[in-house]
């Protein structure tokens, strides 16, 4: 077990480097530049800018510069922000976005794996049917959807909760609310509909049917023998999409004006501000491995037929 989780830690660093790679060569291909403005710069104060930030430089020896400052812990310059680094500017709102992230992710799998767990026990009734109507209409509403439509009803309707802000400014905690609901709506869909179909079939296997010819209660058989094996296909979809949590709050962010990354995630990407950009994918892309590598470790504990070798 152990030389699997070195095995798969290791190879994680190749995934990354190829992901940074390329991330660079494409925004570098991409039309325009962080100084392009309407108004069109003087041709040597253009040329000076560029030179004090080694734009003039071919770009293999810009990749080889840029990589050098990633293995030192820099992720360079902003363009377009002057005051501060890239490092600063992530560094004080990624905080915001994995928080909100967790919350809304541990509100999705304590939600679904419930909703799911009801709907297996008590198939073909009226509380099967309103779960699963539910979560259909979780996985096919898009968040850019779900976050206004709360807005309307629950802030600016019933005046509830606040339309944005965060749980620093004066309401506090209840700002939480509205996006996290958001966020969660459509992971709790999913994970409700992928628990439910796991236990279903875990539920009609030859060895349920002997622990219950045995005398087993349903709490017991749920509990000890299905739930383990029925929590693999959650597992294999918590990975990615806690990532797609936090890439998804890129747009929850921007409705609810919460303080994260996803404001410069899109402010870099207009502006082109190269190492802004490169920065919000390096942290996204490592999260996604990370969170991958998290889950390989525990579904290769919850499945013993998996090979360490």
Do not use: C
Not at 70 to 95: E, F, H, M, T, W
Not at 261 to 281: C, E, H, P, W
Not at 290 to 299: E, H, P, R
């Amino acid at each position: 077990m152990t030389k699997y989780i070195i095995r798969r830690f290791i190879g994680l660093f190749p995934t990354i480097l190829v992901i940074i790679t390329i991330s660079f060569f494409i925004i570098r291909a991409a039309p325009g530049g962080p100084f392009d403005s309407e108004k069109t710069l003087p041709k040597q104060i253009q040329e000076n800018i560029e030179k004090k930030y080694h734009l003039d430089e071919p770009v293999i020896k810009q990749y080889a510069r840029y990589m050098l400052s990633i293995i030192r812990g820099d992720l360079g310059p902003s363009y377009r922000y002057k005051d501060q680094d890239v490092n600063y500017y992530i560094a004080k709102s990624i905080p915001n976005s994995l928080f909100l992230g967790a919350i809304s992710m541990i509100i999705a799998v304590v939600f679904g794996i419930t909703a799911g767990m009801i709907s297996a026990l008590r198939q073909n009734t009226w509380i099967d049917y309103l779960s699963m109507s539910v979560a259909v209409i979780g996985i096919t509403i898009p968040l850019f959807v779900t976050g206004p439509v709360l807005v309307y009803f629950f802030a600016m309707k019933l005046n509830w909760f606040p339309t944005s802000g965060w749980i620093t400014g004066r309401y506090g905690w209840t700002t939480l609310v509205l996006p996290v609901i958001t966020l969660s709506f459509n992971n709790f869909a999913y994970i409700a509909r992928l628990t439910r179909a796991s236990i279903l079939e875990i539920m009609r296997s030859d060895f349920i049917r002997t622990a219950r010819a045995k005398g087993l209660k349903t709490s017991v058989i749920l509990f000890r023998h299905v739930l383990k094996g029925a929590m693999l296909p959650v597992v294999s979809y918590l990975g990615p999409a806690f990532s797609a949590v936090l890439t998804g709050s890129v747009v929850v962010e921007t409705i609810f004006r919460v303080p994260g990354m996803g404001k410069f995630f899109i402010q870099s990407a207009l502006n082109r501000d190269y190492t802004l950009i490169l920065g919000t994918v390096i942290v996204y892309s490592v999260i996604l491995v990370i969170m991958n590598f998290i889950v390989d470790i525990v579904y290769a504990y919850l499945d013993p037929r998996i090979s360490y070798k």
